[in-house]
Antibody, heavy 120, light 107 residues
Framework: QVQLQESGPGLVKPSQPLSLSCTVS??????????WTWIRQPPGKGLEWIGY???????YYNPSLKSRVTISLDTSKNQFSLKLSSVTAADTAVYYC????????????WGQGTLVTVSS | DIQMTQSPSSVSASVGDRVTITCRASQGISSWLAWYQQKPGKAPKLLIYAASSLQSGVPSRFSGSGSGTDFTLTISSLQPEDFAAYYCQQANSFPVTFGQGTRLEIK
């Protein structure tokens, strides 16, 4: 059973980068069994998919955020990370890490989510 | 991007009621659709995948149907723990997109 846990600052200043990590347990980030993704949800609003990374290091980002997003792997820590540059108040959201089984695109494992507020 | 439109945005119902939520895709997505349940302060939970397949551990009162552009989620007999928000998600093409959500409230 895969378990995911987000970590990172809860408050980020406008124009600064947002950086979050997701620690994976119960499975290896290198296994190729899963795609590792980030999804966000502004307070009181719906879900927005940010992007994924695969064990090979290949990535795909939502075109709406592509110019500002980087997702990377840290295999030594069994983690993957999100970096979102030049944040504004519109980036205030609960950020979830999630995974889906290779061959599907259904998010079957989720972290608990972490609220990131962009404010000076 | 494929736009997903859910209706209604909110619905009030009573324990024991049968409830149906619909989701329409802006273009055909075959059966590449999932449904999620989200309770306040919690992550979404996968209920249905491939339009009609029940995720392991999900009660059988939940069912999904549809293909192409029109899909439904049905809860056959509402239980107190079912009052939550529900989202559809298309898995046909990237970027993955979600519906805006349906809030299921107690009448």
């Amino acid at each position: 059973q895969v378990q995911l846990q987000e970590s990172g600052p809860g408050l980020v200043k406008p124009s600064q980068p947002l950086s979050l990590s997701c620690t994976v347990s119960g499975g290896s980030i290198n296994s190729g069994d899963y795609y590792w993704t980030w999804i966000r949800q502004p307070p009181g609003k719906g879900l927005e998919w940010i992007g994924y990374i695969y064990s090979s290091g290949s990535t795909y980002y939502n075109p709406s955020l592509k110019s500002r997003v980087t997702i990377s792997l840290d295999t030594s820590k069994n983690q993957f990370s999100l970096k979102l540059s030049s944040v504004t108040a519109a980036d205030t959201a609960v950020y979830y890490c999630a995974s889906y089984t290779t061959g599907t695109t259904y998010f079957d494992y989720w972290g608990q989510g972490t609220l990131v507020t962009v404010s000076s | 991007d494929i736009q997903m439109t859910q209706s209604p945005s909110s619905v009030s119902a009573s324990v024991g009621d049968r409830v149906t939520i619909t989701c329409r895709a802006s273009q055909g997505i075959s059966s590449w659709l999932a449904w999620y349940q989200q309770k306040p302060g919690k992550a979404p939970k996968l209920l249905i995948y491939a339009a009609s397949s029940l995720q392991s551990g999900v009660p059988s009162r939940f069912s999904g149907s549809g293909s192409g552009t029109d899909f439904t989620l049905t809860i056959s007999s509402l239980q107190p723990e079912d009052f939550a928000a529900y989202y559809c998600q298309q898995a046909n093409s990237f970027p993955v997109t979600f519906g805006q959500g349906t809030r299921l409230e107690i009448k």
